[in-house]
């Protein structure tokens, strides 16, 4: 299947996609976590506890959180699940200083690991995670097939993998809406808050790119999951996909 996603790149298009994904969140990590909230009007922090309550169920001791970022996701599941330890892996060593800071200060430094890593060649063991989480990455990997491949390799068989990304609305209503506000009043947030003006407009060009429902579903399926399904949330502006090794 061929993965538009991994046509679109932050800066260049005859550039390698990783190295520039990794320039793009190293310079635009300390406007992040501001931008996000702002971006989202804060919705973001519901979705991701709808992804912390799929993954408590499972009741995990290893959780390996791909694509980290600053640790949103990882702080959230260490606060909800006291017996976890999670790993973080993320390309970028700017966003990964800023999520050890937040780590510290939240007292979970010992049992919320962040690594810098490459989320197609993961440093983990394989058959070592219980779960695994990645919100808002997949639509940044250079290879969608690979980083699939590469999770369904650390995870142990009967292990649960559940995939956060942000998505395009399919509502005929909604849809307009949802373009103007991506493509023109987030970059112009951008551009007021980062220094990086072509990072916010990259943002849309992913979401729009992105494999969504059905044809995600596929590319999970084709690196061996089974029980995959998807569930929109806020319109469909994020869909929420799980998926299990058997085996």
């Known amino acids: 299947m061929e993965v538009k996603a991994e046509h679109i790149k932050p800066y260049d298009s005859a550039g390698v996609k990783s190295v520039q994904v990794r320039q793009m969140f190293d310079s635009i990590a300390p406007a992040y976590d ?9 919705v973001d922090k519901s979705w991701r506890r709808k992804a912390v309550n ?3 169920a499972e009741k995990p001791e290893h959780i390996v959180d791909i694509a980290t970022g600053t640790g949103d996701l990882a702080i959230a599941m260490a606060k909800t699940m006291p017996q976890a330890r999670i790993t973080g892996v993320d390309l970028s060593e700017g966003m990964i200083n800023i999520g050890n800071i937040k780590i510290a200060d939240a007292g979970l430094d010992k049992r919320v690991k962040l690594v810098c890593g490459d989320c197609l060649d993961l440093p983990l063991e394989s058959c070592s995670a219980d779960v695994i989480t990645v919100a808002y990455g997949v639509r940044n990997f250079e290879h969608l097939d690979r ?3 590469e999770m369904f390799r650390v995870l142990r068989p009967g292990g649960l993998l559940c995939v956060l990304e942000l998505s395009t609305p399919v509502n005929p ?9 991506t493509r023109v009043f987030i970059p112009m947030l951008g551009r ?3 220094k990086d003006t ?6 849309p060009e992913s979401i729009a790119a992105v494999p969504q429902a059905d044809e995600m579903l596929s590319l999970i399926a084709q690196a061996g999951f089974a029980e995959t399904a998807f569930r929109r949330m806020t319109f469909g502006v994020c869909t929420l996909y799980t998926a299990r090794r058997l085996k």
Request: glycine letters at 6%; hydrophobic letters at 50%.
């Open 147 to 149: 980083g699939y491949a």
């Open 173 to 181: 209503v909604v849809k307009p809406f949802y373009s103007l506000y």
């Open 192 to 194: 007021l808050v980062s």
């Open 34 to 42: 501001w931008m996000n909230r702002a971006m989202t009007f804060g």
């Open 198 to 203: 072509r990072a916010y407009s990259y943002l």
């Open 54 to 56: 799929i993954v408590a």
